[in-house]
């Protein structure tokens, strides 16, 4: 039996896919210059998703307001670490695993949600949600991101095939995910239940 809580990614020996939803105009930048630049916000935080297919569900496939479209986001393995390094669970109950850290002042939060099937049922284990707050944002931004694609394109054709009632023809579009390997103390610091 999997463990309930896993980080499952697309990744390589140097990088990790993250899954992002934009607004038109963040995501056309964002591409275009193969990075975040205006109107990227700098000043808020923002999520990042390993799981492709929780991000459908959030988005509910590209079509909720300002998340038309779906970028996968390149980062390297080392900034992702060190987010996870910094992460604070935002699970009630979870406290600060005794790190001293209040969440409102955590520089990252984590949190698990159920991962969804490709027709969006909830599954009995929990995918990872990576909140980059405003103290890494540009570093986040400006180092750690090696590339951007937009898989919108992707997206929409995978909705029409559900649609259709053609889930096989779907699933061969589905990125590819694994196990992400952690480190103990990396992995014990995301868990919510500490």
Do not use: C
Request: hydrophobic share 40%; proline share 7%; glycine share 6%.
């Amino acid at each position: 039996m999997a463990p309930l809580r896993q980080i499952r990614a697309d990744f390589d020996a140097h990088t990790i896919v993250v899954y992002q939803a934009y607004s038109p105009t963040v995501a056309r930048a964002a591409v275009t210059a193969g990075r975040f630049v205006a109107p990227f916000s700098f000043t808020r935080m923002t999520w990042i998703k390993p799981s492709f297919l929780w991000l459908m569900h959030r988005s509910n496939w590209a079509r909720k307001a300002n998340q038309e479209q779906i970028l996968a986001v390149r980062i390297t393995r080392q900034g992702w670490e060190r987010a996870l390094s910094r992460a604070v669970p935002t699970t009630p109950g979870s406290g600060d695993g005794g790190r001293g850290e209040d969440l409102a002042d955590a520089a990252v939060h984590v949190q698990w949600d159920p991962e969804r099937s490709l027709r969006g049922a909830a599954l009995n284990h929990y995918s990872i949600q990576v909140g980059i707050g405003r103290e890494l944002i540009r570093e986040y931004a400006e180092q750690w991101v090696t590339g951007i694609d937009d898989l919108t394109p992707r997206v929409r054709r995978m909705a029409e095939l559900l649609g259709q009632g053609r889930s096989a023809q779907a699933q061969r579009l589905l990125p590819p995910e694994r196990v992400y390997p952690l480190s103990p103390p990396l992995a014990a610091a995301v868990q919510a239940d500490r």
